[in-house]
């Protein structure tokens, strides 16, 4: 580097000298807008450089503007999905109690009207036994319940108490195989049995096979089993069909049709009657047919909007059978003549049967000759 240094030092001195004088001279010249020219020169090496910083200084800005947005955005994401949820168990929640002020206010209700005295208690769990359909409820003997009471609700019976504690009791459901209760049918009076069968359905059973019994008749409680109060309501027949040696009949529980969480146990029982069966085919009462209008002779049978061909026909037919005396279905006179051309607008009784050029009385009595035709005159 030294060595080309002194063997270019005029050179390099001689370069440097009019660089010097060119930024003396770009000084001291000016532009037309009053500019010094070094100022120029330099405004115009720096710009491209100055755009390059500041778009990557904007560029780096924005990045980090819109990651923290997306941050605030997520966190944003998050409080509104917990806030949604959150309303969504209130909500729901709300339902509930609804629902249960519902079936409460329904409970009260059955209550004031039911005319046997009950004690209102939840369902607070199941028991543990295999295959029994037993549920634990919160009455016990400290509100007056006691073994072998029934429990209903207001749409059927639910089942009976099988055991009572201070504070809860156990309810045998009418769908356990080991439950029993009398029974008898509403339309027909057909008393049985009814029994669990360990699932959703009952059956009634000790039903002969000759006994009248429908399918969708309801059932209703007998009082013959001193558990039940008579005319309590059981369920509907879903199916009814001769069996071996009783009727097969399986009934829909209507107590536990809608589900079970509030009960009514009946500590003082009173029998009523069981509600009549609607009457099938009850009369209808129709109001009396429109007055026809004044001065309309249009018989039905041959106009109007349900005549048809056919009914022209027959009216025709029985037009012709009365001009000519003939009776339809009676044998030995013939049959009439089809051809004939009928008067129009003229009674049944008084039309006149009319050919071309020739007019013909006939005698409208049956059996009657008619006369014979006029003589033509040439």
Do not use: C
């Not at 504070?167 to 049995?193: C, E, M």
């Not at 002969?208 to 509907?236: A, C, H, M």
């Not at 009462?285 to 005549?307: C, F, L, V, Y």
């Not at 006179?333 to 007019?359: C, F, I, K, M």
């Amino acid at each position: 580097m030294d060595l080309l240094f002194h063997r270019y030092r005029n050179l390099t001195v001689l370069i440097a000298v009019i660089f010097a004088q060119l930024m003396l001279l770009a000084y001291q010249v000016k532009s037309n807008g009053e500019v010094r020219l070094i100022r120029v020169w330099a405004v115009t090496a720096v710009t491209p450089l100055a755009r390059a910083i500041e778009a990557g200084r904007s560029s780096t800005a924005h990045f980090f503007s819109d990651y923290f947005v997306l941050l605030d955005v997520r966190e944003d994401n998050k409080r509104m999905k917990a806030d949604l949820d959150r309303i969504k168990m209130e909500n729901q929640y709300l339902r509930t109690e609804l629902s249960t002020a519902d079936r409460a206010r329904s409970l009260a209700i059955f209550q004031q009207q039911s005319p046997s005295k009950t004690v209102a208690a939840h369902v607070i769990g199941n028991t543990t036994g295999v295959g029994a359909k037993v549920v634990i409820v919160d009455r016990g003997t400290a509100s007056g319940i006691e073994k072998g009471m029934a429990v209903i609700t207001p749409d059927g019976i639910v089942g009976k108490v099988t055991s009572a504690f201070p504070t809860a009791s156990y309810v045998l459901l009418v769908t356990d195989q080991t439950f029993a209760a009398g029974v008898i049918s509403q339309k027909n009076r057909v008393r049985g049995t009814l029994k669990g069968q360990g699932n959703s359905t009952v059956m009634v059973d000790y039903v002969q096979n000759e006994e009248k019994l429908e399918p969708g008749e309801w059932f209703y409680t007998s009082g013959d089993d001193r558990i039940f109060p008579k005319g309590l309501p059981v369920g509907q027949a879903t199916v009814v069909r001769p069996g071996k040696a009783h009727k097969e009949i399986y009934l829909a529980p209507s107590g536990l049709q809608n589900g079970l969480e509030e009960v009514l146990i009946v500590v003082d029982g009173v029998h009523t009657q069981i509600p009549d069966a609607p009457i099938a085919n009850q009369p209808v009462r129709m109001q009396s047919p429109p007055p026809e209008e004044s001065g309309s002779d249009i018989n039905p049978a041959q106009s109007g909007p349900q005549a048809t061909e056919a009914d022209k026909l027959v009216e025709r037919y029985r037009k012709i059978g009365a001009v000519e005396g003939h009776v339809y279905g009676e044998s030995g006179h013939g049959a009439p003549d089809y051809n004939v051309t009928l008067a129009p607008d003229t009674a049944p009784d008084e039309s006149v049967a009319t050919e071309p050029n020739a007019a013909r009385p006939v005698n409208p009595k049956p059996g009657a000759a008619a006369p014979p035709p006029a003589s033509k005159k040439p």
